[in-house]
């Protein structure tokens, strides 16, 4: 077994490292000290003629070199890691999967104070305050340190070694992947691997619930009702199941009340959770629910499809659909906690994942170059559910990196109040204008929500090219790839006229009678206003006529 240390500046994975690989006569691997073999500088040289960009890209190296993961029980190598390696999650995905990683933590200030009498020069920390720069990287990094078992490290080094050692002997029992925790306003999001039924247990007992009341649909809970039968029955955690039907179809008025009629039966108390377990159409139905059922109880989602995992569960936006329109009902409750588990996305159809990878595309064009690359390059093998995507991190690097990107920018601006694309929630509109509307026009059926999508990003970078927002390379990439991915490239058979009076009504809807458009800028995106309505006219036309090569005005 390969045991990992992380932890921040100065929490003693060297000495802590050295002494338990001694102490199991196993190997001892800094991964400093490779990164500093392989380029023949110190670390100090190598940000100074690198950047933290050129180190990261060697320290990624050294990661992907430590090979697969050694599965005998026995502790055969102890890698003590940069204090960032854990920042990225490919890094992550190696070093904390089929092996025992282990959190040093201690307090920044407590940190700060051993920096200080250290010999070693610490490139970020250096030339700041000591204090408020361990404070920064604790709080930026605890996410992903959470990952990892937790050990206090400001105790005498035997004690440590003795926790670590208990630890070493519970391994085989573990279970799963642990790539991430974070608690915020958004709820504790939780992502990981194998870790459904378990993390659903955790957070079950952390609210105290006597039970679990799940709202489900038969298709979701095909998928993963064994696990999480099996996970609350090991801790003779009663289950109740409450299921809706499967798709938009569960978003009706009539069903939430059948619902809620359903939920009087069971008697579910005013703090007791609703626990979510399917994709997007399911958990705006039982968020909805959750937000308004004796006016608010607990929530925790378990999204089940790549839409839920990347968007829909985070955010804490709920809906129901009317007849008028989709989403037209609903309220704002933030889960208490959300379990995202990358495994159970290897049964979704194939028209799922690639339809969810129109919002991957968005998340990437808001400005995240590594998923963008990583869509050009694996994309395909991800719609296609190949075993090596899911094995080899790329699934979960994609979930993590768009499910990240979506908490950040609802976290700067929850309710949707800022305009301002650099900052606001508005900038997750991309693509969404027409999208909107063509689902509209196609009556809310036989269009998946992230093909609408899709459609919506080729109208905004032509747009966007058009008003010279968007550069005209950073257009044709964003079209190619979505060609690539099959994606908005279908002719629609849908009426210009209907696509058109649903931009009418969310221009209305938007209070002030604006219909902002977000479109790709340089290396972000940026909202206008001014967008002419012939054009708009025009470029629509030419994305319902489908396209596989870029066609811009
Ligand atoms: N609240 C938000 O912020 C937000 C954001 C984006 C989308 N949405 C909403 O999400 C909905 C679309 O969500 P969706 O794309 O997840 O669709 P969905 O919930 O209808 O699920 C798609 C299909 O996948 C099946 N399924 C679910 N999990 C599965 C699994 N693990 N294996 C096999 N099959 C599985 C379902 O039974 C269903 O047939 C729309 O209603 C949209 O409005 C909401």
Not at 220 to 241: H, K, M, Q, T, Y
Not at 385 to 400: M, N, Q, R, S
Request: hydrophobic letters at 45%; charged letters at 25%.
């Amino acid at each position: 077994m390969d045991v990992i240390l992380v932890g921040l500046p100065g929490s003693g994975k060297t000495a802590v490292g050295r002494r338990l690989a001694h102490h199991h006569g196993a190997e001892f691997i800094d991964l400093d000290e490779v990164v500093e073999r392989h380029a023949g500088q110190s670390i100090p040289d190598i940000f100074a003629s690198q950047g933290e960009a050129g180190f990261r890209s060697l320290e990624r190296a050294a990661v992907a070199d430590l090979g697969p993961a050694d599965r005998d029980p026995a502790v055969r190598r102890v890698v003590a890691t940069g204090g960032g390696a854990v920042l990225d999650p490919r890094n992550r995905w190696r070093l904390y999967r089929r092996r025992l990683p282990i959190w040093l933590d201690a307090r920044p200030e407590v940190l700060a104070q051993r920096l200080r009498r250290s010999p070693t020069i610490r490139p970020l920390v250096v030339g700041r305050d000591p204090i408020s720069a361990m404070r920064g990287l604790a709080d930026g990094r605890r996410p992903f340190y959470a990952g990892a078992e937790r050990v206090n490290a400001i105790v005498q080094l035997p004690s440590v070694l003795e926790t670590v050692d208990n630890l070493v002997a519970e391994a085989p029992s573990r279970r799963g992947t642990l790539l991430l925790r974070s608690d915020s306003r958004l709820g504790r999001v939780t992502i990981g691997e194998g870790i459904l039924g378990t993390a659903l247990v955790e957070e079950l007992m952390r609210l105290e619930a006597r039970r679990a009341v799940v709202i489900t649909e038969p298709g979701a809970w095909n998928a993963v009702g064994g696990e999480i039968r099996e996970s609350l029955a090991a801790r003779a955690i009663p289950l109740e199941i409450v299921e809706l039907p499967q798709g938009e179809a569960a978003k009706r008025m009539a069903v939430i009340e059948e619902t809620a009629r359903t939920l009087a039966d069971l008697r579910v108390a005013r703090d007791e959770p609703l626990v979510a377990v399917g994709g997007g159409a399911l958990g705006d139905a039982a968020g909805f629910l959750a937000a308004v059922w004796l006016r608010g109880v607990p929530l925790i989602h378990l999204p089940t499809t790549l839409v839920a995992q990347i968007d829909s569960s985070i955010g804490g936006k709920t809906g129901v659909d009317l007849p008028e329109g989709k989403n037209l009902i609903g309220a704002f409750h933030q889960p208490a906690a959300i379990v995202i588990d990358v495994a159970v996305l290897r049964s979704l159809p194939e028209r799922e994942r690639r339809a969810a990878l129109g919002e991957a595309v968005k998340m990437a064009i808001l400005g995240d170059e590594r998923l963008f690359e990583l869509l050009e390059s694996d994309g395909d093998a991800i719609v296609h559910g190949e075993d090596a995507v899911f094995e080899d991190g790329t699934v979960a690097e994609l979930v993590e990196r768009c499910a990240w990107k979506k908490i950040e920018v609802v976290s700067a601006d929850e309710r949707e109040a800022d305009s301002d694309a650099g900052a606001g929630r508005i900038r997750l509109n991309l693509g969404h204008t027409v999208g909107h509307g063509l689902e509209a026009a196609a009556g809310y059926s036989g269009l998946r929500h992230g093909e609408a999508v899709a459609y919506g990003l080729r109208a905004a970078c032509r747009l966007g090219a058009a008003l010279g927002s968007t550069p005209g390379a950073r257009a044709d990439r964003v079209e190619a790839l979505l060609s690539r991915l099959g994606l908005g490239v279908d002719p629609l058979h849908l009426a210009l006229d209907a696509i058109l009076a649903a931009l009418d009504t969310d221009k209305k809807h938007a209070g002030d009678g604006r219909l902002r458009w977000v479109l790709p800028n340089e290396a972000g995106v940026e909202v206008r206003d001014d967008v002419p309505v012939d054009l708009i006219e025009e470029i629509v036309g030419g994305v319902l006529a489908g396209s596989g090569a870029p066609a811009r005005t």
